[in-house]
């Protein structure tokens, strides 16, 4: 198997780096093949703009869906995106990994999002969900949070963790054809000992080393609607 991990944090020395190196190291025992896209270390340009096309269908008005789904056929991308999307596609798994802000991710992997998942290739038309670009591959969302879990759920303060990732869970991952596996959550982490974050890491490299038996969430697919995209049944 193919996996990219992209990680997301300022520090080098983080936990959010300990699991990414957790999962490269679990992943590379058992015979996989994994590239690391380090953003920060990368410094990549999360900003999508016009300089993203070194040729352009419309140069007098951007519209970048639009742009991108021509620069994809024309080989048009910059060079930083088509390199982050060759590794895409050539992934069978790919790990989101980062601390949430803001109930979210970091605007850095936002960027890479905004930038990488190409129109034309990853979604457009009816290219989404089940019949998505990215379709028969997998995606699991690893996070960090400073939260204890019992500030997570229902008739907690927060909410459920799983709407506050849906924009990323349904909106992006899902949306682009992957299936979804359960997010990786270690929680309250600026906060608890060393010991803990051990187990925490433990925890991680048992999920990953059998991650071929689980199951992934449950996401629309178009059977499920008519041609007009409204439901067929309740």
Known sequence: MNVLIVHAHPEPQSFTAALRDQASATLQAQGHSVQVSDLYAMSWN????????????????????????LGAGSQSLSGDIQQELDKLLWADLLILNFPIYWFSMPAMLKGWVDRVLVSGICYGGKRFYDQG???GKKALVTVTLGGREHMFGEG???????????PILRGTLAYVGFD?????VAWHVPYISDEARGDFLSQYRHRLENLGDEEPLVFPRLSAFDSALYPLRP
């Not at 907690?156 to 849906?166: F, K, S, V």
């Not at 979804?180 to 990786?184: H, K, Y």
């Open 156 to 166: 907690a303060i927060h909410g459920p963790l799983q709407d506050m990732l849906r």
């Open 46 to 69: 999360p900003v999508a703009s016009a300089a993203d096309f070194s040729t352009r269908a419309n140069p007098s008005y951007l519209v970048y869906a639009l742009e991108q789904r």
């Open 133 to 135: 670009g990215l379709a």
């Open 180 to 184: 979804v596996l359960e997010p990786f």
